[in-house]
Nanobody, 120 residues
Framework: QAQLGESGGGSVQAGDSLRLSCVAS????????????MGWYRQAPGKEREFVAR????????SYAEAVKGRFTITRPNTKLTTYLRMNNLTPEDTAMYYC?????????WGQGTQVTVSS
């Protein structure tokens, strides 16, 4: 089985911070799977799902959407099966459902999402 559990969403004011967490569990995922990328996407009402950030197995190589560069930080502790998304200086434009994605050898796994709502 493969499960992704997201948490950390909530309703905040503009300028606040949140940290999202995603834990991968199940026999599909292994700490030693060097091909396992983890990332975050988001989908606002009426819009397409969009890329936010990703991190490779090593935790060293990351990439971000332009809209979040300098404000969001993705990390991955040594356990390798968890990823965090630290979101600073949130704006109403960041309001969306945030989804965790794991990619292993070209196969994508998605979580159920965690809602982030930012009010001005």
């Amino acid at each position: 089985q493969a499960q992704l559990g997201e948490s950390g969403g909530g309703s905040v004011q503009a300028g606040d911070s949140l940290r999202l967490s995603c834990v991968a569990s199940g026999r599909t995922f292994s700490t030693f799977d060097y091909d396992m990328d983890m990332g975050w996407y988001r989908q606002a009402p009426g819009k397409e799902r969009e890329f936010v950030a990703r991190i490779d197995w090593s935790g060293v190589n990351t990439s971000y959407a332009e809209a979040v560069k300098g404000r969001f930080t993705i990390t991955r502790p040594n356990t390798k099966l968890t990823t965090y998304l630290r979101m600073n200086n949130l704006t109403p434009e960041d309001t969306a459902m945030y989804y965790c994605k794991v990619q292993i050898r070209g196969v994508n796994y998605w979580g159920q999402g965690t809602q982030v709502t930012v009010s001005s």
